[in-house]
């Protein structure tokens, strides 16, 4: 060939396809020049993967990766991120994101969202790594719920734990939240409730009593990575409920409530 050239190709439908993909090139002040070359694998039509090899010119050579999966009851996605002998910081140092959403047990659906990192210096030297909103506090929460709707309303039961990784670190220590460990709550609703009390007309309806019950119980306390001086936290149960007995005719509608 009169130009050597490296050989390209492309699927013309809108199906995917195995290969190598566009290079990332970021600069900054901690990592140097990073140069990465993601490959996407299509291993199924409900699951791919993408795994990044990266060259950091000041802390060495890593890789990045991301699995995603689209199953009948449920999806998510998992990413490793890896950067063995870090050069400068003097160890390892990795990242896990865990994101799943799906259903069991018939109709319960669950939630789980879960970020992990190395160290607590993480964030500062990975921060494009770091996917949550606030970098020094990352949130494992696991959500599972049940919303039955029955002829009279509906019955909510939900159950969570959540769970936090405090980045401390000794330049600026701060006050961690306190976790979930667990809450577990009910709450119950019968039909046509809200919309009475959001003005809906009455009339035409058959009396009756309606309202709404709501229980749930807390146990609050704190991550090992907690500043001693913060109080242990504690447990906490509430009850909320109404009941309301709207009336009403052709001109005029009223519905004593007591709560």
Same mark, same amino acid.
């Given at each position: 060939p009169i130009l050597a050239a490296p050989s390209l190709?492309? !699927?013309?439908?809108? =199906? +995917?396809k195995s290969g190598?993909?566009?290079?990332?090139?970021?600069? %900054?002040?901690?990592?140097?020049?990073?140069?990465?070359?993601?490959?996407?694998?299509?291993?199924? !039509? *409900?699951? &791919? =993967? /993408?795994? /990044?090899?990266?060259v950091m010119t000041k802390r060495g050579v890593g890789l990045d990766s991301e699995f995603r999966y689209l199953e009948g009851s449920h999806n998510g996605r998992i990413n490793v991120d890896l950067l063995p002998g870090d050069r400068v910081f003097g160890r390892s140092r990795w990242s896990l994101k865990f994101n799943n959403d799906g259903q069991v047990f018939g109709d319960w659906k669950y939630r789980l969202r879960s970020e992990r990192v190395s160290d607590d210096d993480y964030w500062k030297d990975m921060s494009r790594r770091v996917e949550s909103q606030t970098p020094r506090l990352l949130a494992n929460d696991f959500t599972l719920n049940r919303q039955r709707e029955?002829?009279?309303? $509906?019955? &909510?039961?939900?159950?969570? $734990?959540?769970?936090?990784? /405090?980045?401390q670190? /000794? &330049? =600026?220590?701060? %006050?961690? !939240?306190? *976790?979930?460990s667990p809450q577990v709550g009910v709450r119950v609703t019968t039909a046509a409730d809200e919309a009475v009390l959001d003005s809906f007309r009455p009339w035409g309806r058959k009396a009756?009593?309606?309202?709404?019950?709501?229980l749930e119980y807390n146990r609050f306390d704190l991550p090992g990575?907690?500043? !001693?001086? *913060? @109080?242990?936290?504690?447990? +906490?149960?509430?009850?909320?409920?109404?009941?309301? =007995?709207?009336?009403?005719?052709? @001109?005029?509608w009223f519905i004593p409530r007591a709560s």
């Amino acid at each position: 060939p009169i130009l050597a050239a490296p050989s390209l190709s492309f !699927p013309l439908s809108s =199906a +995917r396809k195995s290969g190598w993909l566009p290079p990332n090139i970021f600069l %900054d002040n901690r990592g140097g020049l990073e140069t990465g070359v993601p490959y996407y694998w299509n291993i199924a !039509p *409900q699951r &791919d =993967a /993408t795994f /990044t090899p990266f060259v950091m010119t000041k802390r060495g050579v890593g890789l990045d990766s991301e699995f995603r999966y689209l199953e009948g009851s449920h999806n998510g996605r998992i990413n490793v991120d890896l950067l063995p002998g870090d050069r400068v910081f003097g160890r390892s140092r990795w990242s896990l994101k865990f994101n799943n959403d799906g259903q069991v047990f018939g109709d319960w659906k669950y939630r789980l969202r879960s970020e992990r990192v190395s160290d607590d210096d993480y964030w500062k030297d990975m921060s494009r790594r770091v996917e949550s909103q606030t970098p020094r506090l990352l949130a494992n929460d696991f959500t599972l719920n049940r919303q039955r709707e029955l002829s009279w309303g $509906v019955i &909510d039961t939900y159950a969570r $734990v959540q769970r936090w990784q /405090t980045l401390q670190g /000794t &330049d =600026a220590p701060f %006050d961690s !939240p306190y *976790q979930r460990s667990p809450q577990v709550g009910v709450r119950v609703t019968t039909a046509a409730d809200e919309a009475v009390l959001d003005s809906f007309r009455p009339w035409g309806r058959k009396a009756r009593l309606e309202g709404s019950l709501e229980l749930e119980y807390n146990r609050f306390d704190l991550p090992g990575s907690a500043l !001693p001086a *913060q @109080a242990r936290g504690g447990q +906490r149960l509430h009850a909320l409920g109404h009941v309301a =007995a709207p009336l009403g005719g052709e @001109a005029w509608w009223f519905i004593p409530r007591a709560s």
